[in-house]
């Protein structure tokens, strides 16, 4: 007899240990991987990563990037990029490059610097040749996109100090974004160092040019607002340019006497904070100088970066690609930020952007989602390359020399986690590029290039059955609604954006349906293509001729508009007036900041009577829905019945109007909402509940669980399902699957439709 057979409480202990063991491991993984894999906006007064200030040879150091190509079922958009290529770190990235041949990735992205130093003259032979032939060298097949970093080092804005950004602590060692000769300098060796390269014998094998600068590379500005006379400059001709009379100036900004030259950049905090509960909109006209710097501080980045674009498409061959780490709409959560101009960008020669996975939910069994519209960019013919950076758990050993994974780290949570990456990638028809941010090694390791490998030939596949016209074309149930614009109109985006974007995107992920992620001038002038439902994350700011194109597509459409918060609260007719006549509600709100916990009142399959949501957390303003025969009330807040913070209404027209006031969703209410629209949730939930990450598009749908479990799905029709990621799972003719899944496993199913006759 066993030990465990004659003492059953030891075994009953283990099992327990054991349990306890695993649930650890899984929290050490999601909170491993859930870190950044790089650090934030790191502190302006440090020196940027540049050539040194005592050499005229460029030292090139890249941070971020991510490659783009055009691909084929030969050659998937799969990208290696090593963030720094420097003498100091090659003998790692020409590892990881060894690795990536091996695999099949011929594709890099190569950061490069350019040559800020006195003695550069447009005669001057480029140094970039010589940094590319290192690649070539390892490997022939190499192609390459060049991550040019547009930043001068610190020797040059120490010559140059009127062209340095500064913040309230003094000079940064970063160009302001206002300077005029920082940008004409920039742009001069851009297009020097571009030509020399399209006519080097190595320009065939370079397919692109990503353009960064500012913040981390990505055209970041600093939350603190840049008070250079550079800076200063550039605002005030921002404002004769919008504005064109100083009487419309002082008529918007509500003053009596204001020249252009007498505006000043405003100071960052400036607003009224004396209250507990800060209000989330700027007050008008006395705060419209904000509102006008923030929209100045996007313009003036698409600016720089529309001229960049133009200065390489004058000089490079048809076929070259220009992209920009750019449009991260859900996660830059500051208006002052830059990044609210992806509009202006969709309308240049830009061909595409690129974004990292998600920097708010990417863990094991987290999201992991798009940081920007994804579809903004398909719909009007550009691309979209998704920066896979995900920490790895690989370091150097410095006792032997060689690679290997920290302990307690498990290889197959890596995994997870990147595969749930790729099926975002490969779903929504994006590229993908997988990252060792600071070449440390995190990818020095051959079963990670095993497992890419393998991803590799799955896109090819994809690409090959998608060429036959094999996949099956199915329209979104939600598009997820972004609105640039109206982050003009916050004093503060942290607490309000946090909730709306970051929160609703995540939401709309969990919600079991299949989505779409779009600019809101995509669904007012009709670029987005329909979807039943439209969920409105921030549509703060609506003309009246905007909300009647909105009214005619929801009409025309038979579609739902979820609207959160306060659309159409900036408008011809602003504040309440303009929410109640956009969403045909009579709307008020309360006196006083409020929290905007609330009660469900129906009783549904995810959410039940009394059922609470939202936080205790205060919010000013908070609006709430005043009773009325033509709506019915689906939630009302704790602190008065009378008081609906959800409202639906049904309007002759066929279009239904559906209002959630409080900015809190959670994932039971968004999906019941959903079954309430009779909207088809893909997780039927039969066993149990679970609101596991999903992505659906097409013929495609993945599972990334967020508790371990048994769960089941339901397609609608009968299918052939296939599991891409394990050969062995398929189904045939069905049309519910049941699957167990532990925590954080992705699962990425492949439908091939059936004759129903045949069965």
Request: with cysteine.
């Amino acid at each position: 007899m066993s030990i465990l057979a004659r003492f059953p409480s030891l075994a009953v202990l283990l099992r327990i240990i054991l349990f306890l063991v695993l649930i650890s491991s899984a929290l050490i993984a999601g909170s491993f991987l859930g870190k950044r894999s790089v650090p934030e906006m790191p502190p302006l007064a440090v020196q940027p990563s540049h050539q040194a200030a005592s050499s005229d040879t460029p030292d090139p150091v890249g941070e971020h990037a991510a490659p783009l190509l055009q691909s084929s079922a030969q050659a998937p958009p799969l990208f290696f990029f090593a963030g720094k290529s420097s003498d100091d770190v090659w003998s790692t990235v020409a590892e990881e490059i060894t690795l990536a041949k091996e695999a099949g990735i011929s594709n890099y992205v190569v950061p490069v610097s350019l040559d800020w130093s006195e003695s550069w003259h447009p005669e001057k032979a480029s140094e970039i040749l010589k940094q590319l032939k290192r690649y070539f060298e390892i490997n022939s097949r190499t192609k390459v996109m060049l991550w040019i970093n547009l930043n001068p080092p610190a020797s040059w804005l120490t010559r140059n100090p009127e062209a340095a950004l500064r913040l309230q602590s003094g000079l940064q060692a970063y160009p302001s974004a206002g300077s005029s000769l920082w940008r004409e300098q920039a742009l001069e060796i851009l297009a020097s160092e571009v030509e020399k390269l399209e006519k080097s014998d190595l320009a065939h094998h370079i397919t692109g040019y990503i353009v960064g600068a500012l913040g981390e590379q990505r055209w970041r500005l600093p939350g603190e607002h840049d008070q250079s006379e550079a800076n200063q400059n550039a605002f005030r001709q921002w404002l004769r340019n919008h504005y064109e009379t100083e009487e419309a100036l002082t008529g918007s900004w509500g003053r009596d006497e204001l020249t252009f030259d007498q505006c000043a950049v405003p100071v960052f905090g400036e607003q009224d904070e004396s209250k507990s509960t800060p209000p989330v909109f700027l007050v008008l006209p006395q705060m419209q100088v904000m509102m006008d710097y923030y929209r100045y501080c996007s313009d003036q980045v698409a600016g720089i970066i529309v001229e960049a674009v133009d200065r390489i498409k004058a000089v490079s061959r048809d076929d070259v690609l220009t992209l920009v780490p750019y449009g991260f709409s859900y996660e830059l959560t500051e208006p002052a930020s830059g990044h609210y101009a992806l509009e202006r960008l969709l309308q240049s020669e830009l061909d595409g952007i690129i974004l990292p996975v998600s920097y708010v939910d990417r863990g094991l069994g987290g999201t992991g989602g798009p940081v920007g519209p994804v579809d903004s960019l398909l719909s009007r013919g550009k691309t979209c390359f998704i920066m896979d950076d995900t920490r790895t758990g690989v370091e150097r050993d410095e006792s032997t020399g060689r690679f290997g994974r920290v302990r307690g780290i498990r290889p197959d949570d890596i995994f997870e986690v990147q595969k749930r990456n790729f099926a975002l990638a490969l779903s929504y028809g994006l590229g993908l590029i997988w990252t060792d941010p600071q070449s440390e090694g995190w990818l020095n390791i051959p079963d990670q290039w095993r497992e890419f490998s393998r991803l590799k030939h799955l896109y090819a596949r994809h690409l090959s059955e998608e060429a036959k016209s094999r996949m099956i074309d199915t329209r979104a149930t939600l598009t997820v609604v972004v609105d640039e614009a109206s982050n003009f109109g916050l004093t503060s985006g942290d607490r309000i954006n946090t909730a709306l974007l970051q929160q609703g995107r995540e939401m709309a992920l969990r919600a079991g349906v299949s989505t779409r992620f779009h600019l809101l001038k995509d669904v007012i002038e009709g670029i987005a293509p329909p979807t039943p439902v439209y969920l409105f994350l921030n549509a703060f700011t609506l003309s009246e001729e905007e909300r009647g194109l909105l009214h005619a597509r929801l009409t025309g459409e038979e579609a739902t508009a979820i609207w959160l918060y306060a659309p159409g609260y900036f408008g011809m007719t602003p504040g309440t007036a303009g929410i109640s006549q956009l969403i045909g509600m009579e709307v008020s709100s309360f006196d006083e900041p409020t929290s905007g916990e609330s009660l469900y009142i129906l009783s549904g399959q995810y959410m039940h009577p009394e059922q609470s949501f939202g936080s205790k957390t205060l919010w000013n303003p908070l609006f709430y829905v005043r009773p009325h025969d033509d709506l019915d009330f689906l939630a009302h807040y704790v602190s008065d019945k009378d008081q609906g913070s959800i409202a639906i209404r049904t309007f002759a027209e066929n279009w239904t109007s559906l209002f959630i006031a409080t900015p809190e969703l959670s994932p039971p209410l968004l999906r019941e909402l959903m079954v309430l629209l009779e909207q088809p949730v893909l997780a039927n939930d039969s066993e149990e509940t679970w609101f596991d990450t999903i992505y659906a598009r097409n013929n495609l749908m993945t599972i990334h669980s967020n508790q371990a479990g048994r769960r089941s799905f339901s397609f609608g029709q009968f299918y052939d399902i296939e599991d891409l990621f394990d050969s062995a799972m398929s189904w045939f003719q069905k049309d519910t699957i049941l699957l167990t899944m532990r925590t954080g496993e992705t699962r990425m199913l492949q439908k091939t439709t059936i004759d129903t006759e045949k069965r």
